[in-house]
């Protein structure tokens, strides 16, 4: 029988069940204990389901080929938003079959309390964040009072109008993401398919290991790179405040180990000063200088003997430092001019000094088109000129003359303002 101590007294965690964890009547069995469990152990419990095994992939197959890719994409988010609306009505029904006094209400984004309120580009939906933590507080936190489970669909959601929409690729994580973050929850368990956030992919890497905790931050770059662990749209949902643990679905219990992923990211695109004191370019040309790694690795070491390595761009034929200023700048000048005299491979230096850094940051900056040309012509159109720019994962690095910087940050800023 549920605990009927007072709601106020009780952890509150969000359980997401992956497709994988409910592919079959077995799975979603365990899945209703794993839940019952965490209700009898006196929590306030939020569950949010994915479709049932490959059930989107299987639906988006027929669509794509029954229309000739010339479906609208309304209608596309009506057929794929069925998958987690029958997984959320057999859940809810299992659940109830597993004990007479516990009560489940689902959530379903035809029903007038549904949560999810999104804008309208369908097939990749954007939650307006703050409409859904409003209908969260008002409509299901409410039920935890009287000892009602609520289940809710993932992916899905609903625009202002009433239409249905989707998230896209990792909507039910955003959505276990939002939920948690709008009852500060304490925690949200991700059954999965996998035993956490593996050291790399065990497809290829047999031997990958376990990482028992891992900071946000991290996992938002292996995203960059293609890996999608969780999908980086729906990590900037995250709260700073809500641990999420990531297990497999054949563990015994909900409390087993897995990874633990802590902290919180920005999602907003913002521009700072890297250095506060300038950048020294130095220039190296030579032949096939990117294959010497024994060139290559000297001078990073006799760069970070005098300084600081705040970048770095190799080719074929170069490769550009992009170095701390210092007082030991001449000597740092002159011990890089003693190797490339010592290799056959380096031709000749050059450098330049008195430059500024900025680094622009965001989360999914990767996957918003036009950002570095809308950063180049901003510039451009002010007569400042890039010496260096580079962009690493989820952020972009300028250098641009020091007595600029102050002036670029502005028209950076402003340009990533007026394009938004």
């Known amino acids: 029988m549920p605990n009927s101590n007072s709601s106020n007294d009780k952890e509150r965690i969000i359980i997401k069940f992956g497709g994988a964890s409910l592919a079959d009547s077995g799975r979603i069995l365990k899945a209703t204990k794993f839940v019952l469990d965490e209700v009898n152990n006196g929590k306030d419990v939020v569950v949010v389901v994915s479709a049932m095994g490959k059930t989107t992939d299987s639906l988006l197959g027929i669509l794509e080929k029954s229309s000739n890719n010339n479906l609208e994409k309304t209608d596309a988010d009506d057929i794929l938003s069925m998958g987690e609306r029958t997984s959320i009505r057999i859940f809810t029904a299992a659940l109830k079959s597993k004990s007479i006094d516990l009560r489940v209400k689902y959530f379903d984004p035809s029903d007038e309390d549904w949560p999810i309120i999104t804008d ?35 992916f899905v959601g609903k625009t202002r109008n009433g239409q249905i929409s989707t998230i896209g690729r990792g909507g039910s994580d955003a959505t276990a993401f939002i939920i948690a973050q709008a009852l500060n929850a304490k925690e949200v368990v991700m059954v999965t398919d996998s035993h956490g956030i593996m050291s790399a992919d065990p497809k290829f890497f047999p031997n990958a290991m376990r990482i028992p905790r891992i900071d946000v931050n991290y996992l938002v770059k292996l995203a960059d790179s293609g890996a999608k662990f969780i999908h980086i749209k729906a990590l900037k949902y995250k709260s700073p405040k809500t641990n999420v643990r990531v297990i497999h679905f054949k563990e015994s219990s909900l409390a087993a180990n897995g990874t633990i ?72 000048l002159e011990g890089i001019h003693d190797s490339v005299k010592n290799h056959k491979e380096t031709i000749a230096m050059n450098f330049h000094k008195k430059l500024g850094f ?63």
């Open 358 to 420: 900025l680094k622009i940051s965001g989360v999914g900056l990767e996957q918003t088109p036009g950002v570095v040309g809308l950063i180049s012509e901003s510039l451009r159109l002010k007569g400042i000129n890039i010496f260096g720019i580079l962009t690493i994962t989820s952020s972009i690095l300028v250098f641009i003359d020091w007595d600029e910087s102050k002036n670029a940050k502005e028209l950076i800023e402003k340009a990533l303002e007026d394009s938004s």
């Open 120 to 154: 309208e580009n369908f097939t990749n939906a954007n939650p307006i964040i703050e409409q859904c933590k409003t209908r969260i507080r008002q409509n299901i936190e409410p039920l935890f009072k009287n000892n009602i489970v609520p289940v809710s669909a993932g």
């Open 261 to 332: 992923i802590t902290g919180g990211i920005g999602s907003d695109l913002k521009v700072n000063f890297m250095s506060n004191s300038p950048i020294v370019m130095v220039t190296i040309v030579g032949q096939e200088i990117s294959e010497k790694s024994n060139v290559i690795n000297e001078l990073i070491e006799k760069i970070n003997y005098y300084a600081k390595l705040e970048g770095m761009s190799l080719n074929h034929d170069s490769a550009i430092f992009y170095v701390s200023e210092n007082k030991d700048l001449k000597e740092l």
